[in-house]
């Protein structure tokens, strides 16, 4: 079965230092998504993206994040200067058409000490 | 300081019951509604949907119900099993919206086996 694949599991970095974290939607999926869930709390939407640039975003998605798609098969995110309030499980997702059913990957924890 | 997170309502059944989660939204402007599941250390799965035009949807199992009227949604699991055990969400689509999906708090079920 296809599945979106998030790539690293655990990322821990130091405060100020950039990360970039990788996915793999599903292959034949147009619509992209980035959403991020800090401990113990409710998933929150950051970004989609389609046709290769960004379609809507969120008040968390300011200037210090950025999205890609580098390539026919990677989506990333960049998080530039992290902070430590920026320490959270980012899931990556994506659907086949617009307002179709969202297939998450299994996330990548990110701390950020 | 530590930020708190969110206390999680929890349900519990016993195996073979029926387990009923229920969720209110409150932007009248949603048209689309979701639930996923959660299990610990993995992404949101997606279980169900049902559009704003329905009252009622069913799957393998699960039943959801949707009331515009006082908007309220519940997702209900037949003959409860212990892989069912997991966090619930809802979560919504504003119709203005492309692609942005709002996720409510979830509810923990613990199934009793």
């Known amino acids: 079965e296809p599945e979106v694949t998030q790539t690293p599991s655990h990322q821990v970095t130091q405060m100020g230092q950039e990360v970039i974290l990788r996915c793999v939607p599903i292959?034949?999926?147009?619509?992209f998504y980035w959403y991020r869930q800090i401990l113990g709390q409710k998933v929150e939407f950051l970004v989609s993206?389609?046709?290769?640039?960004?379609?809507?975003k969120s008040e968390i998605f300011d200037d210090q994040f950025s999205v890609e798609r580098p390539d026919g098969s990677n989506f990333t995110l960049k998080i530039r200067s992290t902070k430590l309030e920026d320490s959270a499980m980012y899931f990556c997702?994506?659907?086949?058409?617009?307002?179709?059913?969202?297939?998450f990957g299994q996330g990548t924890r990110l701390t950020v000490v | 300081g530590e930020s708190v997170g969110l206390h999680l309502p929890t349900l519990s059944v016993q195996e073979g019951d029926n387990s009923i989660i229920n969720c209110a939204y409150s932007?009248?402007?949603?048209?689309?509604f979701i639930w996923y599941k959660q299990e610990s250390g993995k992404g949101p799965q997606f279980i169900i949907d049902?559009?704003?035009?329905?009252d009622k949807r069913q799957g393998q199992r699960v039943t959801v119900l949707l009331n515009k009227t006082v908007k309220h949604l519940s997702l209900q699991i037949a003959a409860t099993q212990p892989g069912d055990s997991a966090v619930y969400f809802c979560?919504?689509?504003?119709?203005?919206?492309?692609?942005?999906?709002?996720f409510g708090i979830g509810t923990k079920l613990q199934v009793i086996p």
């Open positions: 049902i559009r704003s035009n329905m």
């Open positions: 932007n009248s402007a949603s048209d689309y």
């Open positions: 979560a919504e689509k504003d119709s203005g919206g492309y692609q942005k999906v709002t």
């Open positions: 292959s034949n999926h147009l619509y």
């Open positions: 997702a994506s659907s086949q058409r617009q307002g179709g059913e969202a297939f």
């Open positions: 993206f389609y046709n290769n640039e960004i379609s809507e």
